[in-house]
């Protein structure tokens, strides 16, 4: 059965992990002209709308008010990611992430799990290039907790030097394991270097060993009192809850902590790509099949709109999906596998689309490139009204699922927040979606599938390719 997955990246390359066991003054969709709440009754069960508030000490509060039989869905969303780790430290995002469970000064270590473990459904955390995110399911008697929890973290963490030494030996085994998966490893690590000559967005978020060994207690006390305050944190809860319940005891527990004057993350700007680069990796004994990756890296101007975003989806199942390249190159070729096709949208100022080909046994990569090639060069015979029908279809069936299930809905919540997406876009979904036309998707494909956007990436077993770099 041919898998073609497509994975809409508004963040990716994450390490983390996951345990199981008054009025606002300013919101968005949620208030009418003379700042009385608006009557949504008459809303389709299946629509959800999404209210926002800022407190003064800049801590930003978002809120999604569905049924979900008694559980909060919330988190804490920081603004620092790996992206921000200091250059040799690598790492110390995710180091401090892990560090963020040893206790604090006025709760240990032990007692910390206990009411974690105690009173949550479940939680957990992950750090990824620009975010770093701690997540709680909890009932909403105990919601309180959570956010006591979570405020006295933001403030209060204690990091011991005997607790920094062992948790440093968990976080290089943790790096050690990347092995396990060569293949994708691979892939992301040079793809990676490929995309990205100047920010931090190459390495591994995790770091390397060596850029592990160079953390020290000083160094994540010092990116802690940095990036852990609340004009650099947005809290996000879904479930059965409202805006109106949620200010108060958000100004209760974060409304005292003081913002940061001096938080300014840095920005470096990568150069868009100027042609054609080939990469190719040496012969690597773990990996077992033959795989041709090509990538496209351009402007994230094009795609900072939802509508955009969107747009973009569209338009890349159309053209790679099982009435496009999967159709041409697998059923009626026969010369892949398997594809898999992934956007990105949320990389400094660059964006991505790669497309992953698993060759079958004894075809010439050159073929499978030049067919691929072809089908992009001629991406207006793939996008038709038909399918974009359909498309929008089985968006609408998703979509509703989605606002179905609350866990799928907080993971949305936290990428729009990290995609850095306009809330009233949001919430004005199914009409974007609506209007969405096939000029819009050949427009996209023009910009996106430019020769000055590609990479070519190849990877093979067991012969060593030339390589090729412009």
Request: hydrophobic share 35%.
């Amino acid at each position: 059965m041919m898998k073609l997955l497509f994975i809409l990246l508004l963040g990716v390359f994450t390490h983390g992990w996951c345990v199981d066991n008054g009025n606002p003054t300013e919101t968005c969709q949620t208030t009418d002209n003379q700042g009385n709440q608006k009557d949504d009754s008459s809303r389709d069960p299946g629509d959800v709308k999404i209210y926002e508030h800022t407190l003064k000490n800049g801590l930003r509060i978002v809120v999604v008010p569905v049924e979900s039989n008694g559980r909060i869905y919330f988190g804490v969303l920081y603004g620092v990611g790996s992206v921000d780790d200091p250059m040799g430290k690598v790492g110390l995002s995710h180091f401090l992430e892990h560090m963020m469970f040893k206790g604090t000064k006025s709760v240990s270590k032990d007692h910390l799990h206990y009411l974690l473990s105690k009173y949550c459904v479940s939680f957990g955390a992950n750090t990824d290039c620009d975010y770093t995110l701690y997540h709680h399911i909890v009932r909403k008697e105990f919601l309180y907790l959570s956010l006591v929890i979570e405020a006295d973290r933001m403030v209060n963490l204690r990091i011991d030097d005997t607790e920094f030494a062992i948790e440093k030996g968990v976080i290089l085994e943790e790096a050690g394991l990347r092995n396990i998966d060569p293949t994708s490893r691979y892939l992301n690590d040079a793809g990676a270097r490929m995309w990205y000559l100047y920010s931090q967005y190459a390495p591994p978020v995790i770091g390397t060993t060596y850029t592990i060994e160079n953390i020290s207690p000083k160094a994540l006390r010092k990116h802690y009192k940095k990036y852990y305050v609340p004009n650099n944190a947005t809290l996000i809860f879904v479930g059965n809850i409202q805006i109106e319940e949620v200010v108060p005891i958000a100004e209760k527990y974060f409304g005292r902590l003081k913002p940061s004057k001096e938080l300014k993350r840095r920005v470096i700007p990568e150069p868009l790509n100027t042609g054609i680069r080939y990469f190719i990796e040496k012969s690597v004994p773990e990996i077992k099949t033959q795989t041709l990756q090509i990538s496209y890296s351009f402007d994230k101007n094009i795609v900072v709109a939802l509508k955009d975003m969107n747009i973009a989806r569209f338009m890349t199942f159309m053209l790679f999906g099982p009435y496009g390249l999967t159709k041409v190159m697998k059923d009626e070729k026969n010369l892949i596998c398997s594809a898999r096709i992934d956007l990105g949208f949320n990389r400094g100022n660059k964006a991505f689309l790669y497309i992953t080909l698993s060759l079958r046994d004894g075809v010439d990569r050159r073929v499978v490139e030049k067919e691929c090639l072809e089908i992009v060069r001629n991406f207006k015979k793939f996008l038709t009204n038909d399918l974009l029908q359909k498309e929008k279809e089985k968006d609408s069936t998703g979509f509703k699922f989605m606002t179905d299930s609350p866990q799928e809905l907080f993971g949305e919540m936290v990428g729009l927040m990290k995609g850095e997406c306009s809330l009233d876009d949001a919430n004005n979904r199914p009409k974007i979606i609506d209007d969405i036309t096939l000029d819009d998707l050949i427009n996209m494909a023009a910009k996106i599938f430019r020769d000055e956007n590609m990479n070519h990436m190849v990877y093979s077993h067991p012969t060593t390719i030339r390589c090729f770099e412009y």
